[in-house]
């Protein structure tokens, strides 16, 4: 199909040229001379985005999946005890990996499409008397259901209720997108993959650690290798990783976080709030609702839809792909055929998201979900109009 293909699902997303010159660069010597000041200024712009002055920035070839997992072989031993919030798909995997790495995990089910209450992690917490429970997961940015859980108040429950479990999150679909704030929020890991916000393809797995979870990665007797956090720590004062790394992906990284840097975090994250704001004018024109029930906790990068009792999700995202050369994303789970997802993050601007949006109404029509045709779009244009007409 002539022009150009959307990718609006939410990540991989889209790379933006800057980036893709920068990886055509050409492979270097991960133990030469150039590596040191690129990890230095990778790493000082990853505590930028990650909001931390103290948090350590590690690295390794992987995913936001092997970055997770990462979080619970270096904090935890096998039979610890670990608490998630499962609001989500996303959610409901940290508990599963951790069962997978023989933790003791308590589950514990929030309705998706609601944010983590502050006041369950509380009880939870304070009911814990003898402190045995070692870490609380949370998925900052549920990508599932497009909802955002408030960690500020997460980490204050916690300390209100006097317990010292360490604070995981996942940030997978949140970091460089939406306001990130490590060291003013408690947390003490924060993971992250490299093909969302950061604009890259997958292939680096991304956490931020704080001072007490490295004495927690170094008193755990854990196995582990390719994701020990240990060698990394350890080789960072020479400036080199202890594996091969994806040179490439670093040098995109490099360049995506000079790009932020431009753009200044803030507008970074006004921007994704703006566009954010303006595909759910859209999706209130069609009649439709969102998954997310509270709009203060919606996700400023990715909005899942509900669909019309008997409309399959799954006709609207085929044809916008067949047709239209728009790609939109199955829900996950107990979702799947009941919504679908709009990724508005990373390397996106107004105009892409009117073309978005206009692709997914047509899809919508076609789907038999009754949206009338403009209605959206137009919704969407008056949404976005205000920064230009004001």
């Known amino acids: 199909m002539a022009g150009r293909h959307f990718l609006q699902i939410p990540g991989p997303t889209n790379i933006p040229e800057r980036v893709v010159r920068a990886m055509q660069h050409g492979l270097i010597n991960h133990r030469g001379e150039d590596m040191p000041p690129l990890l230095e200024e990778v790493k000082r712009g990853l505590q930028r985005v990650f909001g931390t002055a103290a948090g350590e920035i590690v690295l390794a070839p992987g995913s936001g999946a092997g970055a997770m997992e990462s979080s619970i072989v270096n904090t935890l031993e096998p039979g610890d005890r670990m608490v998630s919030f499962a609001n989500g798909f996303f959610g409901w995997l940290y508990a599963d990996l951790g069962r997978r790495l023989g933790v003791e995990v308590e589950e514990v089910a929030v309705p998706w499409g609601e944010a983590v209450p502050d006041d369950l992690v509380y009880e939870r917490l304070r009911a814990d008397r003898d402190h045995s429970v070692r870490a609380v997961t949370v998925v900052h940015n549920e990508t599932s259901t497009g909802v955002t859980s408030d960690l500020g108040a997460v980490r204050a429950a916690i300390d209100a209720a006097g317990h010292p479990a360490l604070l995981v999150a996942d940030t997978i679909s949140g970091l460089g997108s939406m306001d990130f704030r490590f060291d003013e929020w408690g947390v003490d890991v924060a993971v992250c993959g490299s093909q969302k916000g950061l604009m890259l393809p997958p ?8 001072e007490r979870a490295i004495t927690r990665c170094r008193a755990v007797s854990t196995p582990r290798n390719a994701f020990d956090w240990r060698p990394v720590l350890d080789m960072a004062e020479v400036g080199f990783l202890p594996t091969t790394p994806p040179t490439s992906i670093l040098l995109g990284l490099r360049e995506a976080l000079r790009m932020l840097a431009e753009e200044g975090l803030t507008e970074v994250y006004a921007r994704h709030a703006r566009l954010a704001a303006a595909v759910r004018s859209a999706v209130a024109a069609w009649d439709l609702t969102t998954v997310c029930v509270d709009p203060e906790r919606a996700s400023s990068s990715v909005t899942a839809v509900l669909m019309p009792d008997g409309v399959d999700a799954e006709v609207a995202i085929r044809m916008a792909k067949r047709d239209l050369s728009l790609e939109l994303a199955s829900a996950i789970g107990p979702l799947h055929g009941r919504a679908l997802r709009l990724g508005h993050l990373g390397s996106l601007n107004e105009l892409e998201v009117l073309a978005t949006i206009g692709g997914a ?24 109009a205000a920064r230009f007409l004001s």
């Open 203 to 210: 292939g680096l797995a991304i956490a931020c650690v704080s």
């Open 361 to 384: 109404e047509l899809a919508l029509a076609a789907a038999g979900c009754g949206v009338t045709l403009g209605a959206g779009l137009a919704a969407c244009q008056r949404a976005l």
